[in-house]
């Protein structure tokens, strides 16, 4: 039984639902499979789906945050289930290119998203994601990598988790439009130690992103655009000092077809003020204006 996308997909639906089918027959399928093989993976997501049906939920299967970051995302990190959490998605789902789904040949990166998502719906789980929260040393959460706010609840339990470390900025991407806007019309008080920045490719229309930008938590928009594939060849679309940026940035401008400020793929080194590199999605300072990344 190879696990395809689509296999992935039904596993992944069923376990966040507490059922374990499909599951099951992975790891029979692959019997011989190690801790890391898709057999291992969705062993731990089993055992884990188990403990939160019998409430006896001590600990997570794989680990909640993304703590060492790599050379593009230095950053403390979350993730979910990439689609199934992603109520706002539009394209990027519809038509594959969701940068998400490469990460799914990893078991282990697909094992975290699903547990991950698993913990949202749990009360206890909940408590593991806060009590991690709450331990964290880092002046910097990036709230999500893959996945998204799935619904008003789990919106509001991150954004009361946030109020709680006033020491954190956080910020992130999201598509999850019609689910900030209800807590915003409830009267929400959001917390001031968050940025939100509007992802390209919502389902929403004009309308729904235009009430969005009046929110207080919304730095702006970031959008993806296409760029010839040479630019992802060699790389240009990583760093604003790799070798054909400048050519890169160029035409992320043009085909934008706006006034933009391009990212250079590197979220620890994208500005400098005052000759310290900062991160442009998270700055107040880039408050109002619409940040472009060539589609990859």
């Not at 990190?77 to 998400?100: H, N, Q, R, V």
């Not at 749990?122 to 929260?133: M, Q, T, V």
Request: net charge positive.
């Amino acid at each position: 039984m190879k696990v395809t996308k689509a296999i992935a997909l039904k596993a992944a639906r069923e376990l966040i639902a507490g059922e374990t089918q499909t599951a099951r027959r992975i790891v029979a399928a692959h019997p011989t499979g190690g801790v890391q093989s898709w057999a291992g993976v969705f062993k731990k997501l089993i055992a884990q789906a188990e403990a939160i049906e019998s409430r006896t939920l001590s600990r997570a299967s794989f680990s909640i945050w993304a703590k060492r970051g790599n050379s593009k995302l230095p950053f403390v990190s979350f993730s979910s289930m990439a689609i199934l959490d992603c109520p706002g998605a539009g394209e990027c789902s519809t038509k594959g290119w969701c940068y998400s789904l490469k990460a799914w040949r990893n078991p282990n990166a697909l094992g975290r998203q699903v547990s991950n998502s698993m913990l949202l719906r749990s009360p206890a789980g909940r408590d593991l994601i806060a009590r991690e929260f709450a331990q964290l040393i880092t002046e910097t959460v990036r709230l999500y990598v893959d996945g998204d706010f799935d619904s008003k609840e789990t919106l509001t339990f991150w954004m009361d988790l946030i109020k709680t470390r006033p020491d954190i900025q956080v910020y992130g991407y999201s598509k999850s439009w019609v689910e900030f806007i209800a807590l915003h019309l409830s009267g929400y008080a959001w917390p001031a130690n968050y940025l939100l920045n509007l992802s390209g490719g919502s389902r929403f229309g004009e309308g729904v992103r235009v009430a969005m930008e009046s929110l207080p938590v919304v730095r702006g928009e970031f959008l993806a655009v296409p760029v010839d594939r040479q630019h992802l060849k060699n790389h240009s679309y990583q760093s604003r000092h790799n070798a054909g940026f400048r050519d890169y940035a160029k035409q992320v401008r043009e085909n934008a077809g706006r006034k933009i400020f391009v990212c250079s793929g590197d979220c620890g080194d994208c500005l400098t003020i005052a000759g310290k590199n900062q991160h442009a999605c998270g700055s107040e300072l880039m408050r109002g204006k619409a940040i472009a990344i060539g589609t990859h």
